[in-house]
Every structure is written in structure tokens, then in C-alpha cells.
């Protein structure tokens, strides 16, 4: 569940620290969370926007209180946690719709 960033003179690089895991393709059993903090990574170190950043973050953590996938004792499949993920990034926008108003966060495209 780890994400990494790897810094350098070129482009920067993010993936979760376990890599693509190919052994479990198609199997629906892959947790997506090293994955999706890898994105929350991006947003603050490549692109400045820690605060789309943290609504990433803060959408990860409510998901893992509500459902995990079977590595880590849950049930869930890896669309069901990335659906997740999604629906409380969505709830996070429509709950604080005045950070958009401030300029504070753009571009909720998920």
C-alpha cells in the first residue's frame, strides 16, 4: 500500500513500491491504494497542488475505515476500492465546495 517517488535529474517517477504486480491481473484482487497515493505523490511534488493532494489522501484513508482488499483482511475487489476512492473524492468536492470558489482546487476530472 506504499507509494514511491523517485527524483532525478529527468522526469520524476511514481509507482507503488510493490510494482505492477502482474501475478494478480484479471484476478480483481490487486490492492489499488500504493497505486492511487503514488497519483497524491504527483499532484504535491510535480504539479504544486498539495491540496488536490491531500483530498486524494483524505479520500484513501475514509475508504481503508469503510473496506479493504483480502491482503489486508478485507473483502473487497479492486474496483470496489477504487470505486471508493472515487465516491469520496466526489463526496470531499461537494462537501467543501467553497475551496474551488477560493482558488484552492481545480479540476476534480475523476
Given at each position: 500500500m506504499l507509494p514511491s517517488a523517485s527524483f532525478?535529474?529527468?522526469p520524476s517517477l511514481y509507482e507503488p513500491v510493490h510494482g505492477s504486480a502482474p501475478d494478480l491481473t484479471g484476478r480483481g484482487i490487486a490492492n489499488p491504494v500504493?497505486?492511487?497515493l503514488s497519483v497524491a505523490l504527483l499532484l504535491e511534488y510535480s504539479l504544486g497542488r498539495p491540496d488536490l493532494a491531500h483530498a486524494v489522501n483524505v479520500a484513501v484513508a475514509t475508504t481503508l475505515r469503510e473496506r479493504r482488499t483480502p491482503d489486508?483482511?478485507?473483502?473487497?475487489t479492486t474496483a470496489e476500492i477504487?470505486?471508493?476512492?472515487?465516491?469520496?473524492?466526489a463526496w470531499a468536492?461537494?462537501?467543501?465546495?467553497?475551496?474551488e470558489e477560493s482558488g484552492l482546487s481545480y479540476g476534480w476530472g475523476v
Open positions: 532525478g535529474d529527468g500504493g497505486a492511487i489486508v483482511g478485507g473483502t473487497a477504487t470505486s471508493a476512492v472515487l465516491s469520496n473524492l468536492r461537494w462537501a467543501a465546495p467553497d475551496a
